[in-house]
């Protein structure tokens, strides 16, 4: 389907930007779907990004994505933002309406459960409890995902342990945090661990974790796709146990934006993937 009369604009805010893959993402559908359109990387620094915002239905953009450092921001500038965005705190999308007026929506925790699915697919998110290290920006939307999927309980640690602390206060059951010297014992009896901090990425320290109490049973997932394998990934899979890495996060947040701007829900294949990991 083609728009002869018009052609499709959306593109990702940030900066810095040019190492965003979206646009590789995005452009690879509007080519597969056959639509007239682009999808572009948009330099805006912080002191710029509501006028950035505000020139969107002027210049004819269905809408746009976000990424560091500014999807928190953008919560306070758009007319209106989904519930989901609001208890995440963030905003990574970002739909113009037909009257002008900017939508916030967030889905990397969509995204996030997706990319489960679609890597093992026989999960049962409530088989048993899930330990989340890390409590960033990502980590927020990590425990939305997994408490609306129905995780019976979700042992949150991170270095700082105020930071989990009061992130386990704001979500409230099943989220309790647990210190960050005993997050060896707290991977016993763990049906998902999920390691949401920057550490296994390149150029940082692996992720200092013992494995050895976490269940063999258990999925082990990186959000980090930088590289695909990270070395809490090769010990983890080294030892047995399933491990989803984290480009598929990526891919799947980016499906419902093109759907919201452009009308088509697009598909992750393994050509996508492929296409996306030769850029990692
Ligand atoms: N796959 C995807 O689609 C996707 C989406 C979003 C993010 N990510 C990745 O997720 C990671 C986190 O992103 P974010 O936006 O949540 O970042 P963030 O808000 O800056 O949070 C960083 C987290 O990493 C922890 N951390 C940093 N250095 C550490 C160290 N040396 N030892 C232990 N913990 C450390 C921080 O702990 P403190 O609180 O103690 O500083 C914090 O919990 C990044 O690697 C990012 O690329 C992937």
Redesign the pocket.
């Known amino acids: 389907m083609s728009h002869p009369d018009r052609f499709l604009l959306a593109g990702v805010m940030g900066w810095p930007i040019m190492h965003s893959r979206s646009p590789k993402l995005h452009g690879y559908w509007l080519d597969h779907y056959g639509l007239a359109g682009a999808y572009v990387p948009l330099a805006i620094k912080a002191e710029g990004l509501e006028a950035a915002l505000r020139a969107l239905p002027a210049l004819g953009f269905a809408g746009c994505n976000l990424t560091?450092p500014h999807?928190e921001a953008a919560l306070r500038i758009v007319d209106e933002a989904s519930p989901l965005a609001r208890r995440i705190g963030a905003v990574n999308c970002i739909v113009v309406r037909a009257d002008g007026s900017l939508e916030g929506r967030n889905y990397?925790a969509f995204?996030?459960t997706e990319?489960l699915r679609e890597r093992a697919p026989d999960l049962r998110f409530d088989a048993g409890p899930a330990v989340v290290?890390?409590?960033?920006?990502?980590?927020?939307?990590i425990l939305a995902g997994l408490m609306d999927e129905g995780v019976p309980e979700i042992r949150l640690i991170?270095?700082?342990?105020a930071?989990?602390q009061a992130l386990a206060a704001e979500f409230g059951a099943p989220v309790r945090a647990v210190p960050?010297e005993a997050k060896a014992q707290a991977l016993e009896g763990a049906a998902i661990l999920v390691?949401?901090?920057?550490?296994?990425?390149v150029g940082?320290?692996p992720?200092?974790l013992a494995l050895d109490a976490l269940p063999v049973s258990a999925l082990v997932v990186d959000?980090?796709?930088?590289p695909l394998e990270t070395p809490l990934l090769a010990a983890a899979r080294a030892r047995g146990n399933r491990v989803v890495?984290?480009?598929?996060?990526?891919?799947h947040?980016a499906r419902p934006a093109f759907e919201a701007w452009f009308g088509i829900d697009p598909k992750v294949t393994p050509e996508l993937r492929a296409l996306i990991e030769a850029t990692l």
């Not at 290290?133 to 939307?141: K, Y």
């Not at 959000?223 to 930088?226: K, L």
């Open positions: 560091i999807k990397d995204g996030f990319s290290i890390g409590a960033g920006g990502a980590s927020r939307a991170n270095r700082s342990p930071r989990a960050w390691n949401t901090t920057s550490q296994g990425m940082e320290a992720l200092d959000i980090v796709y930088a890495d984290g480009l598929g996060m990526l891919l947040q």
